[in-house]
């Protein structure tokens, strides 16, 4: 990736603690580009009105913005169609929705629904209670030492009583990409169907949900250079039509009566009240700003600067990665003997180093990696070999200083 386009991240060009600022925390959310915030400003200062109820010209260009980024991203995703996008706040409400609106109504005592160690809470703990709620059994597909996810495994793990199979993309502690297509492929053979967490796979690699034959996949726009409070859940059109909407007012209606009320098609029943407009509008300038770029760069960048990094830690006595030696996507995970990874984080704030540490909202991997908590390097499309640089040579530098304080 060139200068030209780190040029375009106002946010970038700034110091912390007396350092120029390196910003490694893209797994918790991207930076938002300039052509994003221009969208933003503009349709605040031009456009603000409500949308799909004024006949004037404010409501029908807010209108036109909101059912545009619904196309832009069917297409970004190559969804079949643009009714097959639901808009919510992230991939965590998407989630919920599915749990809820699909797998309510759906499960009992006996049913199935399989996930993996390594999901984000937001993609664990609906199931959790889904499985409360209804008597169904919750089951795990174990994984191999490195993280990854053997089919031979998936092949034991689901089984004809299995309704829903739920698995992240791409880990966001351990970096793996999951083969989430022959995941759907067994879990569909089997009667039941694939719900795929794209939080971290959607920003930085070409997805295809036609080809992937997923049934369910939720996105967050926060962390593809969009706003934050916002995202979508792409859904196949039949069962999108058999689902009930679980939030219910204004919007979201054909006709109300003193007693009943019946609601429009989806994705329009389960966008009740005022939608996010501005997120819809940041969202798809976001997606015509990696558009341009071309995914496809993104992924091959991220997965250089990533190894990169691994290749230079690796040099540290005392370094811990946890995942696969070799990364495709940029998140790198690790642990420094002896030193807290809150501390860690907090010394390499003091050289303008931002980091994540913590249990990333995954403690049942963290128990699986024997953590109770991680520190994570995680690269988007403007950084650059310097930051990893800038990155070593602080952690070297807070290797010594723990060290010292130690000895």
Not at 104 to 121: K, S
Not at 230 to 253: C, H, N, S, T
Not at 267 to 275: A, H, I, Y
Request: charged share 20%; net charge negative.
């Amino acid at each position: 990736m060139n200068a030209q386009i780190r040029e375009q991240f106002p946010i970038l060009h700034q110091e912390v603690n007396g350092h120029p600022l390196v910003y490694l925390d893209n797994a918790a959310t991207s930076q938002k580009p300039r052509a994003v915030l221009d969208a933003l400003s503009h349709y605040y200062e031009w456009d603000n009105s409500n949308v799909h109820r004024g006949v004037h010209t404010l409501g029908t260009r807010a209108t036109d913005a909101y059912e545009g980024a619904r196309e832009k991203v069917a297409r970004f995703i190559n969804a079949a169609r643009s009714e097959e996008i639901v808009f919510t706040r992230g991939t965590t409400t998407a989630l919920n929705l599915v749990a809820s609106a699909y797998g309510g109504p759906r499960l009992q005592a006996g049913d199935e629904i399989v996930i993996t160690p390594m999901e984000h809470h937001s993609n664990l703990i609906p199931w959790q209670q889904l499985a409360l709620r209804t008597g169904a059994t919750l089951k795990y597909i174990p994984l191999q030492p490195d993280g990854n996810i053997d089919l031979a495994d998936v092949e034991k793990t689901i089984t004809p009583n299995t309704k829903i199979v739920s698995v992240v993309y791409v880990s966001n502690v351990l970096g793996v990409v999951n083969p989430v297509k022959q995941i759907a492929e067994i879990a569909h053979r089997n009667g039941a169907i694939m719900v795929v967490d794209g939080a971290q796979s959607t920003p930085h690699m070409k997805v295809d949900v036609q080809d992937l034959d997923c049934d369910f996949y939720a996105l967050s726009s926060h962390k593809m250079c969009g706003p934050t409070g916002f995202g979508a859940l792409y859904g196949k059109r039949q069962l999108l039509a058999g689902m009930e909407p679980i939030e219910f007012g204004g919007e979201m209606i054909n006709d109300v009566g003193l007693y009943e009320s019946d609601w429009k098609d989806a994705p329009w029943r389960f966008e009740g009240g005022t939608p996010i407009i501005s997120g819809a509008v940041g969202l798809g300038a976001a997606i015509d700003f990696l558009t341009e770029i071309g995914m496809d760069k993104i992924e091959e960048h991220e997965a250089h600067l990533a190894n990169y990094a691994m290749e230079r830690m690796s040099e540290i006595e005392g370094i811990h990665i946890y995942g696969p030696a070799k990364r495709k996507v940029g998140i790198v995970t690790f642990n420094l003997d002896g030193v807290h990874p809150h501390d860690l984080a907090t010394v390499l704030d003091t050289y303008g180093i931002a980091i994540r540490a913590g249990h990333h909202c995954c403690q049942p991997l963290m128990r699986w990696l024997e953590a109770s908590s991680t520190a994570r390097a995680s690269f988007y499309l403007y950084n650059n070999e310097q930051d990893v640089d800038r990155f070593i040579e602080a952690l070297v530098q807070t290797k010594e200083y723990f060290g010292d304080a130690i000895g």
